[in-house]
């Protein structure tokens, strides 16, 4: 674990790609567990995260999934979203927008209303001592049947619980945005925000279906849509925000290592560029390691640091007052 420095040396940031599940740590897993009377099949924390060397977007998935078996109760969630959100403070983050995927849950009978009470919990407390802010949103599993989307979808409203907006995650190759239209369509009347992972592992083409199909307002990764002039000139033109992940991209081996991850060119492309952790838990640190390692490998300077805080507020789903506010 690295730990955070204190909260003045960094400008106010917004994290927009987390996955609150990515967030839970080995030894909130073994806490978890023992305190269940679970068995797990790791000896110890320290063989667990020697099973934390990934070789594609699959062979995380594996155990992301599989780790989540120690969320079970309101309990768990709450634990689990007030250890980000304190930890995300630290680290200079004023608000998170924070993926959740309920079809996961549901699939082990744990209803999405136990989820959402638990993390909105932890959001009112960790937010009341500390003034950070969170919102929340439910992710499709997109290698999941669209009935089941839907259903998901249809069960948060139900809930009552408030959501910011809806996104689209999970093993990305051969699961075109385009198959969730009609769900992404139901979500926007419902008056959510919407978001899609696109261009991680998937084609370029995956990013203008998230745009011209699903409607999204903010592509998270969108590495691949480098590959493609004209849909650069589209982001740039209609300032669509990237929420990019560098440690995520080194880990899941969408690139060789840090050096190669395309803030620059991304950058002088006119891109909205946001920096974010995706599951700070399994890919070596949370929003601040992210920004040092990137401000060490790109010899950012105070004003290009200044200036992403500023892209991560004004990406957000914040009122325009909210974003005034933080100097956006
Ligand atoms: N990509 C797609 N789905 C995910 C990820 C990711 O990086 N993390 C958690 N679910
Ligand atoms: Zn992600």
Redesign the pocket.
């Known amino acids: 674990m690295t730990t955070a420095p204190a909260a003045k040396e960094n400008p106010p940031f917004c994290e927009l790609h987390v ?1 609150i ?2 967030t839970l740590e080995p030894a909130t897993i073994f806490e978890l567990a023992r305190a269940k009377g679970l068995t797990l099949p790791y000896a110890s924390e320290e063989e667990l995260q020697q099973a934390y060397r990934f070789t594609d ?1 699959q062979s ?2 594996d155990l ?1 999934y599989d780790n989540m078996r120690v969320l079970q109760t309101e309990d768990d969630f709450f634990t689990l979203g007030a250890a980000y959100l304190r930890r995300a403070h630290a680290g200079g983050v004023v608000h998170a927008e924070m ?1 959740v ?1 309920p079809q996961a849950h549901a699939k082990r009978g744990i209803p999405e209303a136990v989820v959402l009470a638990g993390l909105h919990r932890a959001i009112a407390e960790v937010g009341g001592q500390t003034g950070i802010t969170a919102s929340i949103i439910v ?1 499709v599993l997109r290698d999941d049947p669209v009935e089941d989307a839907a259903r998901m979808l249809d069960r948060v409203l139900d809930t009552g619980f408030a959501v910011t907006g809806l996104g689209l ?4 190759v051969g699961y075109p945005p385009s198959l969730f239209a009609g769900v992404f369509d139901r979500a926007r009347d419902a008056g959510l925000r919407l978001v899609a ?1 696109a261009g ?1 592992e998937g084609p370029a083409d995956y990013v203008w279906e998230a745009l011209d199909i699903l409607g999204v307002e903010r592509i998270d ?1 969108g590495n691949r849509a480098l590959e493609d002039p004209s849909l650069v000139a589209r982001l740039a033109a209609d300032r669509v925000p990237l929420t990019m ?1 560098p440690f ?1 991209n080194t880990r ?1 081996r969408v690139i060789r290592e840090l050096s190669d991850f395309p803030l620059r060119r991304a950058l002088d492309a006119g891109l909205q560029v946001t920096i974010n952790s ?2 700070p838990a399994y890919f070596g640190g949370y929003l601040d390691d992210n920004l040092r390692a990137l401000a060490r490998t790109f010899s950012l300077t105070a004003d290009e640091l200044a200036e992403l805080a500023r892209t991560s507020v004004r990406a957000s789903f914040l009122s325009t007052d909210q974003k005034r506010r933080l100097g956006a």
């Open positions: 996955h599940e990515g977007l995380f998935l992301y993926f995927d992710c995650d999970s093993a990305e992972h991680e990764h992940c995520s899941l995706d599951d």
